[in-house]
């Protein structure tokens, strides 16, 4: 078999690959038996779904993508690992449903998901998605097929969500749903001018709308630091989307790699300065379909082209806010000064910390910033880390590819018992990726 | 209407039975495995704007002719009426596995011509007896011409192509439709880790080209369209021009 030899390479969704490809078949266990990881669309930004140097192939789930059971009196769902957001959600809309938490982007796989346990704009009110799992089925290290929930193999259940892939392969996901009480949300934006009232904006949002999100401008220092936009939304009542039709939604796409110059400072700081404005400072509700709501970057297919071939990393951590107040925009003033400009920096209060062993958010503030890669961003990242190390932050694993291992090791107390779990099930640390060998120390 | 799919797990096969379920459609599943195939039943079920899609499974493997009778017997025991029998089921192997193993290529063989056409001849003798119907069969591009890649494959898919030409022509004025399917090349886990040639295609893209062919009972579709065209031109070859190339 071809794997990886006629250049073929498998790319993280910022753009960093290396040689190697997928082995794909409708029949997942099959092709996971002997991979060291599955992967699933491929869109963590980093190295989290390449696999190790010198391994050339890892499973594929995007064909093991079968709807098992619809169950929409309870409301549950079970399905293949390799179902994506974007087969999915046609089906419960239909019926008045929804996933309970959904990321950025519907181009996700179920077991995509699960293995980073993912977060939304509901995170401080609903949770991560860990959450609503109810029972997984997973090929372990040694070709077994093991189903666990809360009251089967907890603890592989709990280290399963958030656990990266590595203990074992994900097969089948069984989940509980969200009734709607219309297709529709209701959405409103508000432009604020400073960190401070962009926090306070996020809190008291926080208590009326289910899903918020804020988008702040990181160019901007000193007093206006922080100038942004909160995001704000909830499902609309039947009265309120009274008479809304669906709508086809027009798919862009960009068709070639920017050139690496057309991202820089200036057409950021152009763009920042623009996008602010396209915000009233009084807030407008309007109704909005889920995909534009949730979804808004996906209806520009390629849009990580526009960082150009260079491609780019996302630098995603949580900082305890309450236990060490001010912690965001230290982070952010320092991210400035270190030149960390950023076209696209994402701000979300999180809520309780999910069972998850290694589950990213716990209560605090997330910052997530785009940066393109340049010969620094590898020294940037570390550096930034070691702001995040000093507020008692973490880092998101499914965007970083440049973290070093011993300040993961110092930002992850919870490393240990995953190591602990994952060695009953995997002493040989066989199931592993490029990531885990950087961060976890695992056998290249 | 009521289809009956053999090969619906995998593939081509599965977009084209959840192309059905999601228009309404009522099937009956073939194949080898039970299990996977209650599985796509179910995966068609949500599928169905009416919740429930498939009218029940049976088990039918093309290296076992004599499996097709009663898989089909049980197929029309639940649906009442056949509108359509599809068949997407095939082996596929490169020339250069099948030259080194020789049980393979017999298997090959079998599969894809002796096995599939004696499972027609079962459906058409029960389309027939019902008063007609429609056989919706995949065949392929690879049995247009004799060619350096496909020598053994394209061989039963030559033969399969002209058993359903000589069908369409001999029953068609007793109400039998034989839709001959030539797909190009298909991005599925038959042809998982080949490189694609130019106009590969996903299986969804070709599910509704196929659904509209067996509802008009086309004798023969390619799709996607485009290989009508190439093959036009590779039928056209001079033989000392095919001896060179490499394809």
């Known amino acids: 078999m071809s794997s990886g030899e006629n250049g073929e390479r498998l790319a993280g969704w910022g753009g960093l690959s290396v040689p190697g490809r997928e082995l794909r078949s409708e029949d997942l266990a099959a092709v996971a038996r002997g991979a060291v990881l599955t992967r699933g669309l491929g869109r963590s930004y980093g190295d989290s779904a390449l696999p190790p140097p010198g391994v050339l192939t890892v499973a594929g789930s995007a064909l093991a993508d079968r ?12 399905a293949e690992a390799g179902l994506s957001l974007r087969a999915l959600v046609p089906h419960l809309l239909r019926r008045g449903l929804f996933p309970p938490v959904v990321p950025g982007t519907q181009f996700v796989t179920l077991g995509g998901m699960v293995a980073a346990d993912v977060h939304g704009k509901n995170h401080h009110v609903d949770g991560t998605i860990g959450r609503y799992v109810t029972r997984l089925v997973l090929l372990t290290a040694d070709g077994e097929r093991v189903t666990c929930s809360r009251a089967v193999e907890p603890e592989l259940f709990r280290a399963t969500l958030g656990g990266m892939g590595l203990t074992g392969h994900i097969l089948e996901v069984e989940l509980a749903l969200r009734r709607l009480p219309s297709r529709w949300l209701l959405a409103e934006s508000l432009r604020v001018d400073g960190i401070d009232a962009f926090l306070d904006g996020l809190e008291q949002s926080a208590r009326a709308w289910r899903y918020t999100v804020g988008w702040i401008d990181c160019l901007t220092t000193g007093r206006r630091l922080g100038r942004g936009v909160v995001f704000r939304g909830r499902w609309a009542t039947a009265e309120e989307a009274a008479g809304r039709r669906e709508r086809r939604e027009a798919q862009r796409s960009v068709p070639f790699d920017f050139p690496n110059w057309a991202l820089n400072d200036a057409t950021a700081r152009l763009f920042n300065a623009v996008y ?39 630098f995603q951590c949580v900082l305890p806010e309450r236990e060490r107040p001010g912690a965001a925009k230290r982070f952010l003033a320092a ?24 589950s990213f958010p716990r209560p605090g503030i997330s910052i997530a910033l785009d940066l393109p890669l340049r010969p620094s961003t590898a020294e940037l990242v570390r550096a930034l880390a070691e702001v995040v190390i000093e507020e ?13 291992r011993d300040q993961f090791a110092r930002m992850e107390p919870r490393l240990a018992e995953f190591e602990r779990i994952r060695a009953r099930w995997d002493p040989g640390r066989r199931l592993r990726s490029a990531q885990s060998v950087r961060l976890f120390g695992d056998p290249a | 209407m009521n289809a009956v799919v053999l090969g619906a797990t995998r593939g ?38 009416g919740g429930a899609a498939a009218l029940g499974v049976a088990g ?29 089921a095939a082996l596929f192997a490169t020339q250069e596995r099948l030259e080194s193993d020789r049980e393979l290529a017999r298997r090959l063989l079998e599969a894809d011509f002796s096995g599939t056409v004696l499972f027609c001849e079962e459906a058409r003798q029960r389309l027939l007896a019902q008063g007609g119907g429609t056989l919706c069969v995949f065949s392929s591009v690879a049995g247009e011409r004799g060619r350096k890649p496909v020598v053994l494959y394209g061989a039963a898919k030559a033969g399969l192509t002209r058993y359903l030409e000589g069908l369409d022509h001999r029953f068609h004025a007793r109400g039998l439709r034989v839709v001959t399917v030539k797909p190009g090349f298909l991005r599925t886990s038959m042809t998982d880790g080949l490189p694609a040639p130019p106009f590969t295609a996903d299986p969804d893209e070709i599910a509704p080209l196929v659904l509209r062919a067996i509802d008009r009972g086309t004798p023969v579709v390619y799709v996607t369209p485009v290989w009508r065209w190439v093959m036009l031109v590779v039928r056209s070859l001079p033989r000392f021009v095919l001896r060179r190339v490499g394809f």
């Open chain 1, 392 to 404: 008692g932050g973490r880092i998101y694993l499914a965007k970083d590819a440049f973290v070093r």
């Open chain 1, 67 to 78: 709807i098992l059971e619809l169950d929409v009196e309870a409301p549950r769902l079970r």
């Open chain 2, 12 to 49: 081509a096969g599965r977009a084209l039975a959840r192309a059905l379920a999601a228009r309404g459609d009522r099937l009956f599943l073939l194949g080898r495995d039970l299990e996977e195939l209650r599985r796509s039943a179910a995966d068609c079920d949500v599928r169905s704007p």
């Open chain 1, 276 to 314: 602010t404005r396209c915000h009233p400072r009084r807030p407008r509700p309007r109704v909005e379909s889920p995909r534009r709501f949730f979804w808004p970057l996906d209806a520009i297919g390629h849009w990580n082209r526009i960082y150009g071939r260079r491609g780019f990393t996302q």
């Open chain 2, 60 to 88: 039918c493997d093309l290296l076992a002719p004599e499996s097709a009778a009663p898989a089909l017997d049980a197929a029309w025991a639940a649906c009442g009426r056949v509108d359509a029998v599809v068949v997407t």
């Open chain 1, 335 to 358: 991210a400035a000064a270190r030149g960390g400009s950023s076209f696209l920096c994402v701000v979300k209060d999180c809520g309780e910390e999910g069972e998850g062993v290694l």
